[in-house]
Every structure is written in structure tokens, then in C-alpha cells.
């Protein structure tokens, strides 16, 4: 139970924060078959045709 006393509010809206940037850079970087509608790392959405 000391280890979960040991983390702050801050630190966790620290690293969710971190989390959705390093996402949004991964699906802006990476080609839509990797990250993309239908990529198989991060699905953004339905495939349109």
C-alpha cells in the first residue's frame, strides 16, 4: 500500500497525458496501413471506399 501512496494526481494525468501524445504522433508519422482506418496497430476508424 506505500507504493500507491507514493504517486501523485499529477504523475498519472502526467503519463495519460503522454500516452495521447505519443498516439497522435504515432497515427500523424506512420503510414495508414500501420496506423490508420484499418491499420493493424491503431484502427482510427471504418475504411472508407
Avoid: K, N, Y
Wanted: glycine content about 12%.
Amino acid at each position: 500500500m506505500e507504493i500507491l501512496g507514493q504517486i501523485s494526481f499529477d504523475e498519472v494525468v502526467g503519463a495519460f497525458v503522454a500516452c495521447l501524445v505519443i498516439r497522435e504522433v504515432m497515427i500523424f508519422t506512420l503510414p495508414d496501413t500501420v496506423a490508420g482506418p484499418g491499420g493493424w496497430l491503431i484502427d482510427t476508424g471504418s475504411d472508407e471506399v
